[in-house]
Protein backbone atom coordinates (compact mmCIF):
# COMPACT_ATOMS: atom_id res chain seq x y z
CA UNK A 1 0.00 0.00 0.00
CA UNK A 2 1.01 3.20 -1.03
CA UNK A 3 1.70 6.04 1.82
CA UNK A 4 3.27 9.73 2.17
CA UNK A 5 5.84 11.72 3.26
CA UNK A 6 5.21 14.90 4.48
CA UNK A 7 9.06 16.83 5.14
CA UNK A 8 8.87 20.00 6.72
CA UNK A 9 11.50 22.65 7.77
CA UNK A 10 11.00 25.00 10.73
CA UNK A 11 12.83 27.89 11.83
CA UNK A 12 14.08 25.28 14.66
CA UNK A 13 14.09 21.69 13.06
CA UNK A 14 13.01 19.64 10.44
CA UNK A 15 10.26 16.99 10.77
CA UNK A 16 8.93 14.21 9.31
CA UNK A 17 5.35 13.22 9.10
CA UNK A 18 4.15 9.79 7.74
CA UNK A 19 0.77 8.21 7.10
CA UNK A 20 -0.75 5.27 5.29
CA UNK A 21 -2.66 6.26 1.69
CA UNK A 22 -5.77 7.06 3.66
CA UNK A 23 -3.71 10.04 5.20
CA UNK A 24 -6.46 9.85 8.47
CA UNK A 25 -3.34 8.93 10.91
CA UNK A 26 -0.13 10.34 11.32
CA UNK A 27 3.25 9.82 12.51
CA UNK A 28 5.40 12.82 13.51
CA UNK A 29 9.00 12.27 14.22
CA UNK A 30 11.30 13.63 16.85
CA UNK A 31 12.92 17.09 15.18
CA UNK A 32 15.55 15.88 13.05
CA UNK A 33 18.95 18.99 13.13
CA UNK A 34 17.35 20.87 16.52
CA UNK A 35 18.05 24.14 17.01
CA UNK A 36 18.96 24.97 13.12
CA UNK A 37 16.57 26.67 10.68
CA UNK A 38 15.64 24.38 7.96
CA UNK A 39 14.58 25.78 5.22
CA UNK A 40 13.77 23.20 3.14
CA UNK A 41 14.32 19.38 3.12
CA UNK A 42 13.24 17.45 -0.80
CA UNK A 43 13.41 13.87 -1.79
CA UNK A 44 14.60 12.72 -4.67
CA UNK A 45 11.85 11.85 -7.91
CA UNK A 46 14.52 9.09 -9.22
CA UNK A 47 14.99 7.54 -5.40
CA UNK A 48 12.39 8.13 -3.08
CA UNK A 49 14.83 6.98 -0.10
CA UNK A 50 17.69 9.97 -1.43
CA UNK A 51 16.65 13.19 0.66
CA UNK A 52 18.53 16.66 1.03
CA UNK A 53 17.71 18.91 3.64
CA UNK A 54 19.55 22.50 3.65
CA UNK A 55 20.51 23.47 7.36
CA UNK A 56 21.72 26.63 8.63
CA UNK A 57 22.11 29.25 11.14
CA UNK A 58 23.50 32.79 11.68
CA UNK A 59 26.38 31.31 14.16
CA UNK A 60 27.41 28.79 12.08
CA UNK A 61 26.17 29.02 8.49
CA UNK A 62 25.12 26.53 5.86
CA UNK A 63 25.31 22.69 5.92
CA UNK A 64 23.80 20.51 3.91
CA UNK A 65 22.63 17.18 4.87
CA UNK A 66 21.36 13.94 3.17
CA UNK A 67 20.06 10.94 4.01
CA UNK A 68 19.72 7.66 1.67
CA UNK A 69 17.25 5.43 3.72
CA UNK A 70 14.21 7.89 3.33
CA UNK A 71 15.13 10.28 6.62
CA UNK A 72 15.81 7.42 9.29
CA UNK A 73 19.84 8.40 9.44
CA UNK A 74 21.27 11.56 7.86
CA UNK A 75 24.56 12.82 7.13
CA UNK A 76 26.73 15.53 5.62
CA UNK A 77 27.41 14.50 1.94
CA UNK A 78 31.41 13.18 2.49
CA UNK A 79 31.72 12.91 6.05
CA UNK A 80 29.62 10.10 7.17
CA UNK A 81 30.13 9.27 10.67
CA UNK A 82 32.90 5.96 11.32
CA UNK A 83 33.81 6.28 7.52
CA UNK A 84 37.25 8.27 6.98
CA UNK A 85 36.61 11.81 6.43
CA UNK A 86 39.45 12.40 4.25
CA UNK A 87 40.79 10.79 1.02
CA UNK A 88 44.23 9.04 1.22
CA UNK A 89 46.64 12.12 0.33
CA UNK A 90 44.45 13.84 3.84
CA UNK A 91 41.94 15.72 1.67
CA UNK A 92 38.31 16.46 2.59
CA UNK A 93 35.81 13.78 1.24
CA UNK A 94 33.22 16.08 1.22
CA UNK A 95 32.81 19.91 0.95
CA UNK A 96 29.53 19.58 1.02
CA UNK A 97 28.79 23.31 2.22
CA UNK A 98 31.46 25.20 0.53
CA UNK A 99 28.90 27.09 -1.78
CA UNK A 100 31.96 29.52 -3.91
CA UNK A 101 31.00 32.07 -6.95
CA UNK A 102 31.93 31.48 -9.97
CA UNK A 103 34.13 34.97 -10.62
CA UNK A 104 35.99 32.66 -13.53
CA UNK A 105 36.77 34.98 -16.86
CA UNK A 106 35.93 31.52 -18.96
CA UNK A 107 32.60 30.68 -17.99
CA UNK A 108 30.65 33.54 -17.24
CA UNK A 109 31.40 37.84 -16.52
CA UNK A 110 33.22 38.46 -13.42
CA UNK A 111 30.33 39.82 -11.43
CA UNK A 112 31.20 41.57 -8.01
CA UNK A 113 28.46 43.29 -7.38
CA UNK A 114 24.43 43.58 -7.29
CA UNK A 115 22.29 46.23 -6.02
CA UNK A 116 21.71 47.02 -2.19
CA UNK A 117 18.07 48.45 -0.79
CA UNK A 118 19.20 51.66 -0.96
CA UNK A 119 20.48 51.11 -4.32
CA UNK A 120 24.62 50.82 -4.09
CA UNK A 121 26.32 48.20 -5.14
CA UNK A 122 26.52 45.46 -3.14
CA UNK A 123 29.32 42.39 -3.09
CA UNK A 124 27.97 39.35 -3.84
CA UNK A 125 27.73 37.25 -0.01
CA UNK A 126 26.89 33.76 0.27
CA UNK A 127 24.11 33.22 3.09
CA UNK A 128 22.07 30.33 2.74
CA UNK A 129 20.46 27.62 0.73
CA UNK A 130 16.78 28.05 0.19
CA UNK A 131 15.68 25.45 -1.79
CA UNK A 132 17.08 22.39 -2.90
CA UNK A 133 15.70 20.68 -6.00
CA UNK A 134 17.07 17.31 -6.86
CA UNK A 135 16.97 16.02 -10.63
CA UNK A 136 13.92 14.14 -12.20
CA UNK A 137 16.09 11.08 -13.10
CA UNK A 138 19.71 11.00 -11.28
CA UNK A 139 19.56 10.91 -7.62
CA UNK A 140 23.56 12.27 -7.38
CA UNK A 141 22.43 15.55 -9.13
CA UNK A 142 20.97 18.26 -7.03
CA UNK A 143 20.44 21.59 -7.43
CA UNK A 144 20.04 24.13 -4.70
CA UNK A 145 19.09 28.14 -5.11
CA UNK A 146 20.78 30.59 -2.47
CA UNK A 147 20.92 33.87 -1.27
CA UNK A 148 23.00 35.95 -2.35
CA UNK A 149 20.84 34.86 -5.54
CA UNK A 150 22.31 32.12 -7.53
CA UNK A 151 22.02 28.45 -8.56
CA UNK A 152 24.36 25.87 -8.23
CA UNK A 153 24.74 22.13 -8.64
CA UNK A 154 26.05 19.10 -7.59
CA UNK A 155 26.45 15.88 -9.60
CA UNK A 156 27.91 13.64 -6.49
CA UNK A 157 25.47 13.47 -4.10
CA UNK A 158 25.77 16.92 -2.63
CA UNK A 159 29.57 16.36 -1.53
CA UNK A 160 30.95 19.33 -3.81
CA UNK A 161 28.82 22.21 -5.13
CA UNK A 162 29.49 24.40 -8.30
CA UNK A 163 27.91 27.57 -9.73
CA UNK A 164 25.95 27.63 -12.95
CA UNK A 165 27.37 31.03 -13.38
CA UNK A 166 25.16 31.97 -16.69
CA UNK A 167 22.42 33.20 -14.31
CA UNK A 168 24.30 35.66 -12.67
CA UNK A 169 26.17 36.66 -15.91
CA UNK A 170 23.47 37.08 -18.37
CA UNK A 171 23.14 40.54 -18.29
CA UNK A 172 21.00 42.03 -15.43
CA UNK A 173 22.49 40.70 -12.14
CA UNK A 174 24.19 43.59 -11.64
CA UNK A 175 20.69 45.13 -11.06
CA UNK A 176 19.30 42.91 -8.91
CA UNK A 177 17.97 43.79 -5.36
CA UNK A 178 16.98 41.98 -2.26
CA UNK A 179 13.67 41.92 -1.41
CA UNK A 180 12.60 42.11 2.44
CA UNK A 181 13.60 38.74 2.87
CA UNK A 182 17.07 38.62 0.95
CA UNK A 183 17.73 38.30 -2.20
CA UNK A 184 16.66 34.52 -2.87
CA UNK A 185 16.78 32.39 -5.52
CA UNK A 186 13.79 30.18 -4.26
CA UNK A 187 12.10 28.35 -6.65
CA UNK A 188 13.35 25.97 -9.21
CA UNK A 189 11.41 23.95 -11.56
CA UNK A 190 12.84 21.30 -13.93
CA UNK A 191 10.52 20.40 -17.61
CA UNK A 192 9.86 16.96 -17.10
CA UNK A 193 9.64 17.17 -20.82
CA UNK A 194 12.96 18.60 -21.83
CA UNK A 195 15.87 18.15 -19.37
CA UNK A 196 17.65 21.48 -20.97
CA UNK A 197 14.35 23.93 -19.99
CA UNK A 198 14.78 24.85 -16.16
CA UNK A 199 12.96 27.28 -14.36
CA UNK A 200 14.19 29.95 -11.37
CA UNK A 201 12.65 32.86 -9.59
CA UNK A 202 14.44 35.35 -7.55
CA UNK A 203 13.14 38.05 -4.83
CA UNK A 204 13.28 40.54 -6.49
CA UNK A 205 14.72 40.22 -9.56
CA UNK A 206 12.10 38.18 -11.59
CA UNK A 207 11.61 34.71 -13.09
CA UNK A 208 13.93 33.59 -15.79
CA UNK A 209 14.90 30.16 -17.82
CA UNK A 210 17.52 28.73 -19.73
CA UNK A 211 16.86 26.39 -22.42
CA UNK A 212 20.54 24.82 -22.56
CA UNK A 213 20.65 23.43 -19.01
CA UNK A 214 21.71 25.94 -17.54
CA UNK A 215 24.60 27.95 -19.67
CA UNK A 216 22.53 30.97 -20.75
CA UNK A 217 19.19 32.32 -19.41
CA UNK A 218 16.48 35.13 -20.04
CA UNK A 219 14.76 37.03 -17.75
CA UNK A 220 10.74 35.69 -18.75
CA UNK A 221 9.22 38.88 -16.73
CA UNK A 222 6.74 39.97 -20.11
CA UNK A 223 3.20 41.06 -18.23
CA UNK A 224 4.34 41.57 -14.83
CA UNK A 225 3.53 44.78 -13.37
CA UNK A 226 5.16 46.14 -9.82
CA UNK A 227 4.53 49.51 -9.04
CA UNK A 228 7.68 48.91 -6.37
CA UNK A 229 10.09 49.40 -9.05
CA UNK A 230 10.25 52.59 -11.23
CA UNK A 231 9.52 50.85 -14.29
CA UNK A 232 6.64 49.06 -13.32
CA UNK A 233 6.92 46.75 -16.69
CA UNK A 234 10.56 46.46 -16.35
CA UNK A 235 12.48 43.40 -17.89
CA UNK A 236 13.64 42.59 -13.93
CA UNK A 237 13.02 43.59 -10.68
CA UNK A 238 10.02 42.08 -10.09
CA UNK A 239 9.44 39.89 -6.53
CA UNK A 240 8.32 37.04 -7.88
CA UNK A 241 7.31 34.94 -4.62
CA UNK A 242 6.75 31.30 -6.19
CA UNK A 243 5.96 29.61 -9.58
CA UNK A 244 4.42 25.84 -9.64
CA UNK A 245 3.48 23.83 -12.68
CA UNK A 246 1.67 20.72 -13.17
CA UNK A 247 4.28 18.01 -14.50
CA UNK A 248 2.16 17.39 -17.19
CA UNK A 249 2.19 20.32 -18.94
CA UNK A 250 5.12 22.00 -18.23
CA UNK A 251 5.12 25.26 -20.72
CA UNK A 252 2.02 26.37 -18.36
CA UNK A 253 3.09 27.87 -15.06
CA UNK A 254 1.64 29.43 -12.36
CA UNK A 255 3.13 32.71 -10.02
CA UNK A 256 2.40 34.20 -7.18
CA UNK A 257 3.91 37.75 -6.75
CA UNK A 258 4.18 40.00 -3.71
CA UNK A 259 0.43 41.34 -5.42
CA UNK A 260 -1.22 39.60 -8.34
CA UNK A 261 -1.39 35.93 -9.40
CA UNK A 262 -0.35 35.47 -12.89
CA UNK A 263 -0.19 32.45 -15.21
CA UNK A 264 1.56 32.12 -18.43
CA UNK A 265 0.99 29.61 -21.42
CA UNK A 266 3.99 29.63 -23.37
CA UNK A 267 6.66 28.86 -20.70
CA UNK A 268 7.35 32.29 -19.64
CA UNK A 269 7.24 34.11 -22.53
CA UNK A 270 3.99 36.23 -21.27
CA UNK A 271 2.41 36.40 -18.35
CA UNK A 272 -1.32 37.29 -17.29
CA UNK A 273 -3.24 38.15 -14.15
CA UNK A 274 -5.39 35.72 -13.15
CA UNK A 275 -6.40 37.47 -9.53
CA UNK A 276 -9.90 37.68 -10.32
CA UNK A 277 -12.12 37.62 -7.30
CA UNK A 278 -9.40 36.19 -4.62
CA UNK A 279 -10.22 38.86 -1.69
CA UNK A 280 -6.55 39.67 -1.81
CA UNK A 281 -3.57 38.78 -4.37
CA UNK A 282 -1.03 39.04 -2.11
CA UNK A 283 0.54 36.30 -1.05
CA UNK A 284 3.45 33.89 -0.92
CA UNK A 285 2.35 29.61 -1.17
CA UNK A 286 1.18 28.63 -5.05
CA UNK A 287 0.34 25.25 -5.61
CA UNK A 288 -1.46 22.88 -9.08
CA UNK A 289 -3.13 19.94 -8.61
CA UNK A 290 -1.58 16.65 -9.44
CA UNK A 291 -3.61 15.07 -11.86
CA UNK A 292 -5.89 18.35 -13.39
CA UNK A 293 -3.73 20.97 -14.45
CA UNK A 294 -6.41 23.61 -14.65
CA UNK A 295 -6.71 23.20 -10.87
CA UNK A 296 -4.27 25.72 -8.56
CA UNK A 297 -4.35 26.73 -5.07
CA UNK A 298 -2.92 30.06 -3.52
CA UNK A 299 -3.61 31.21 0.64
CA UNK A 300 -4.60 35.08 0.17
CA UNK A 301 -2.42 37.14 2.44
CA UNK A 302 -3.90 40.60 3.69
CA UNK A 303 -0.89 42.84 1.90
CA UNK A 304 2.72 42.72 1.55
CA UNK A 305 2.31 45.38 4.91
CA UNK A 306 0.38 42.83 7.03
CA UNK A 307 1.02 39.26 6.16
CA UNK A 308 -1.70 37.50 7.88
CA UNK A 309 -5.33 35.87 6.28
CA UNK A 310 -7.71 38.65 5.56
CA UNK A 311 -10.15 38.96 8.44
CA UNK A 312 -8.24 36.46 11.19
CA UNK A 313 -9.60 33.67 8.60
CA UNK A 314 -7.35 30.97 7.26
CA UNK A 315 -8.63 29.93 3.64
CA UNK A 316 -7.03 28.37 0.80
CA UNK A 317 -8.43 29.55 -2.44
CA UNK A 318 -8.80 27.38 -5.46
CA UNK A 319 -9.59 27.73 -9.02
CA UNK A 320 -10.73 24.44 -10.92
CA UNK A 321 -10.28 27.05 -14.25
CA UNK A 322 -6.83 27.85 -14.23
CA UNK A 323 -7.32 31.21 -12.60
CA UNK A 324 -9.72 34.06 -12.69
CA UNK A 325 -12.28 31.84 -10.80
CA UNK A 326 -11.76 31.01 -7.17
CA UNK A 327 -13.76 29.55 -4.36
CA UNK A 328 -12.34 29.38 -0.44
CA UNK A 329 -12.07 26.35 0.82
CA UNK A 330 -12.92 26.49 4.61
CA UNK A 331 -14.06 23.48 6.28
CA UNK A 332 -11.47 22.21 8.98
CA UNK A 333 -9.30 25.60 8.70
CA UNK A 334 -9.85 28.07 11.73
CA UNK A 335 -12.11 31.34 10.82
CA UNK A 336 -11.45 33.77 13.33
CA UNK A 337 -8.53 35.16 15.20
CA UNK A 338 -6.12 33.40 12.88
CA UNK A 339 -3.23 35.52 12.22
CA UNK A 340 -0.36 32.98 10.54
CA UNK A 341 1.38 33.19 6.84
CA UNK A 342 2.01 30.56 4.66
CA UNK A 343 5.33 31.22 3.47
CA UNK A 344 6.88 30.29 -0.05
CA UNK A 345 8.26 26.74 -0.25
CA UNK A 346 5.35 25.92 2.69
CA UNK A 347 2.34 24.35 0.36
CA UNK A 348 2.48 20.68 -2.00
CA UNK A 349 0.80 18.37 -3.03
CA UNK A 350 0.59 14.73 -3.00
CA UNK A 351 -0.42 12.43 -6.16
CA UNK A 352 -2.55 9.70 -4.93
CA UNK A 353 -6.17 10.00 -6.27
CA UNK A 354 -7.60 12.03 -4.61
CA UNK A 355 -4.83 14.65 -4.52
CA UNK A 356 -3.62 15.61 -1.29
CA UNK A 357 -2.69 19.48 -0.63
CA UNK A 358 -0.54 20.09 2.06
CA UNK A 359 0.68 23.62 3.87
CA UNK A 360 2.62 24.79 7.06
CA UNK A 361 1.99 28.03 9.19
CA UNK A 362 4.65 30.43 10.45
CA UNK A 363 2.10 29.55 14.07
CA UNK A 364 3.46 25.29 13.75
CA UNK A 365 0.63 23.93 12.46
CA UNK A 366 0.31 21.70 8.79
CA UNK A 367 -2.52 21.40 7.00
CA UNK A 368 -3.45 18.63 4.85
CA UNK A 369 -6.84 17.46 2.47
CA UNK A 370 -6.98 14.31 1.87
CA UNK A 371 -9.48 15.41 -0.49
CA UNK A 372 -7.98 17.94 -2.67
CA UNK A 373 -8.87 20.82 -0.49
CA UNK A 374 -12.39 20.55 0.41
CA UNK A 375 -11.80 19.39 3.87
CA UNK A 376 -8.65 19.86 5.96
CA UNK A 377 -7.51 18.87 9.27
CA UNK A 378 -4.42 19.52 10.88
CA UNK A 379 -1.33 16.85 11.30
CA UNK A 380 -0.21 18.66 13.65
CA UNK A 381 -0.20 22.15 15.42
CA UNK A 382 2.29 23.13 17.52
CA UNK A 383 5.74 23.31 15.49
CA UNK A 384 8.40 25.83 15.46
CA UNK A 385 7.41 28.52 12.60
CA UNK A 386 7.25 26.38 9.53
CA UNK A 387 9.45 27.12 6.49
CA UNK A 388 8.56 24.63 4.00
CA UNK A 389 6.92 21.66 2.97
CA UNK A 390 7.35 18.92 0.21
CA UNK A 391 5.41 15.70 0.00
CA UNK A 392 6.68 12.17 -1.27
CA UNK A 393 4.21 10.50 -2.79
CA UNK A 394 5.19 6.22 -1.92
CA UNK A 395 5.00 3.43 -3.39
CA UNK B 1 48.17 18.03 23.54
CA UNK B 2 45.78 20.90 22.63
CA UNK B 3 42.11 20.90 24.42
CA UNK B 4 39.28 22.42 22.97
CA UNK B 5 36.10 22.93 23.80
CA UNK B 6 32.97 23.27 21.26
CA UNK B 7 29.41 25.00 21.58
CA UNK B 8 26.97 22.04 21.28
CA UNK B 9 25.78 22.20 17.95
CA UNK B 10 29.13 21.82 16.49
CA UNK B 11 29.70 19.03 19.21
CA UNK B 12 26.43 17.53 17.52
CA UNK B 13 27.98 17.79 13.99
CA UNK B 14 31.51 16.40 14.65
CA UNK B 15 29.38 13.91 16.61
CA UNK B 16 32.05 14.23 19.87
CA UNK B 17 30.78 15.15 23.19
CA UNK B 18 32.98 16.78 25.73
CA UNK B 19 36.21 18.89 25.21
CA UNK B 20 38.25 17.58 22.03
CA UNK B 21 41.97 16.81 22.04
CA UNK B 22 44.36 17.84 19.31
CA UNK B 23 48.19 17.30 18.28
CA UNK B 24 49.09 20.57 16.82
CA UNK B 25 52.38 20.24 14.95
CA UNK B 26 54.36 23.71 15.41
CA UNK B 27 53.60 26.78 17.22
CA UNK B 28 50.25 26.80 18.73
CA UNK B 29 47.83 29.72 17.29
CA UNK B 30 44.52 30.25 16.47
CA UNK B 31 44.96 29.06 12.87
CA UNK B 32 47.37 25.71 13.50
CA UNK B 33 44.78 24.61 16.19
CA UNK B 34 42.06 25.35 14.25
CA UNK B 35 44.09 23.93 10.70
CA UNK B 36 44.46 21.04 13.06
CA UNK B 37 40.22 20.45 13.90
CA UNK B 38 38.83 20.80 10.53
CA UNK B 39 41.49 18.03 9.60
CA UNK B 40 40.07 16.15 12.44
CA UNK B 41 36.75 16.82 11.81
CA UNK B 42 35.83 17.97 8.13
CA UNK B 43 32.27 18.63 8.83
CA UNK B 44 33.47 21.56 10.77
CA UNK B 45 34.92 23.46 7.54
CA UNK B 46 32.85 26.32 7.07
CA UNK B 47 31.32 26.53 10.06
CA UNK B 48 33.69 28.12 12.73
CA UNK B 49 35.71 30.35 10.04
CA UNK B 50 34.54 30.82 6.25
CA UNK B 51 35.83 28.51 3.77
CA UNK B 52 37.74 31.28 1.51
CA UNK B 53 38.82 33.89 3.69
CA UNK B 54 39.59 32.05 6.65
CA UNK B 55 37.66 34.82 8.64
CA UNK B 56 36.43 33.96 11.74
CA UNK B 57 32.25 33.75 11.42
CA UNK B 58 30.84 36.60 13.12
CA UNK B 59 28.72 34.87 16.01
CA UNK B 60 31.87 33.09 16.50
CA UNK B 61 34.28 33.88 19.35
CA UNK B 62 37.74 32.60 20.80
CA UNK B 63 38.43 32.56 24.47
CA UNK B 64 40.77 31.19 26.41
CA UNK B 65 42.54 31.52 29.84
CA UNK B 66 39.54 34.09 30.75
CA UNK B 67 40.87 36.20 27.72
CA UNK B 68 38.76 37.50 24.31
CA UNK B 69 41.22 36.62 21.61
CA UNK B 70 38.89 36.61 18.93
CA UNK B 71 40.55 39.73 17.66
CA UNK B 72 44.17 38.37 18.03
CA UNK B 73 45.81 38.00 14.60
CA UNK B 74 45.74 34.09 13.19
CA UNK B 75 48.87 33.16 14.06
CA UNK B 76 49.42 35.06 17.30
CA UNK B 77 50.62 32.11 19.94
CA UNK B 78 48.09 31.14 21.93
CA UNK B 79 48.41 31.25 25.74
CA UNK B 80 50.94 29.09 27.21
CA UNK B 81 48.09 26.97 29.47
CA UNK B 82 46.55 26.61 26.24
CA UNK B 83 49.96 25.38 24.25
CA UNK B 84 50.57 22.49 27.03
CA UNK B 85 46.78 21.46 27.61
CA UNK B 86 46.12 23.07 31.24
CA UNK B 87 43.54 25.56 29.91
CA UNK B 88 40.99 24.75 26.66
CA UNK B 89 40.88 26.92 24.05
CA UNK B 90 36.87 27.57 23.64
CA UNK B 91 34.76 28.29 20.75
CA UNK B 92 31.94 29.85 21.78
CA UNK B 93 28.60 31.05 19.92
CA UNK B 94 27.27 34.62 20.47
CA UNK B 95 24.73 34.01 23.12
CA UNK B 96 21.27 35.31 21.68
CA UNK B 97 17.69 34.63 21.83
CA UNK B 98 15.52 33.32 19.31
Known amino acids: ?395 | MIRVTLPAHLRKLAHVEGEVKLDVDGQVTQRSVLDALEVRYPMLRGTIRDHVTQRRRAFVRFFACGEDLSHEPPDALLPDAVAKGAQPFMIVGAIAGG
Open chain 1, 1 to 395: MSGIRVLVGTRKGAFVLTSDAKRERWNVSAPLFAGWEIYHLKGSPADPNRLYASQSSSWFGQIIQRSDDGGTTWHQPGTPPGEPTTTPDGMPKGESNKFVYDTSSETGKPLTTHQWYDGTPHPWEFKRVWHLEPSLHDPDTVYAGVEDAALFRSTDGGQTWQELPGLRGHGSGASWAPGAGGMCLHTILLDPSNPNRIFTAISSAGAFRTNDAGKTWQPINRGLHSLYIPNPTAEVGHCVHRIAMNRSRPGVLFMQKHWDVMRSDNAGESWQEISGNLPTDFGFAIDVHAHEPETIYVVPIKSDAEHFPPDGKLRVYRSRTGGNEWEPLTKGLPQSDCYVNVLRDAMAVDSLDKCGVYFGTTGGQVYASADAGDSWAPIVRDLPPVVSVEVQTLP
